[in-house]
């Protein structure tokens, strides 16, 4: 790797070592399981509709869904959910 590019890279390693950049990227990972969530529930990245405006309105619904589950997962005090247990896991829990 050509000397410039591996400073760089130093550069950027070091720089996710301080307490800011966490921080920062706390919020994008909360940003990013955000979407995750809205996508696995609503199917947001297909449409049903075919007109522009019905396709907004159901953008709209669907970018609403995962705050109405919030708060009925605080109203009833049910769990939000933990990570998610890949095909292996569960085998392996299984036996």
Known sequence: MPR???EALEAVRQAQDTD???????????VES??????RVTGLRRTRY???????LGHVLAATA?????????LTGAPLGGTRTSHLEALMLAA
């Open 34 to 39: 955000t979407i995750s969530q809205a996508v």
């Open 50 to 56: 075919r007109d522009l405006s019905t396709t907004r």
């Open 4 to 6: 410039e590019r591996h």
């Open 20 to 30: 800011e950049w966490n921080d920062r990227y706390a919020i994008r990972a909360g």
């Open 66 to 74: 995962p705050n109405l589950i919030r708060i009925d997962r605080w």
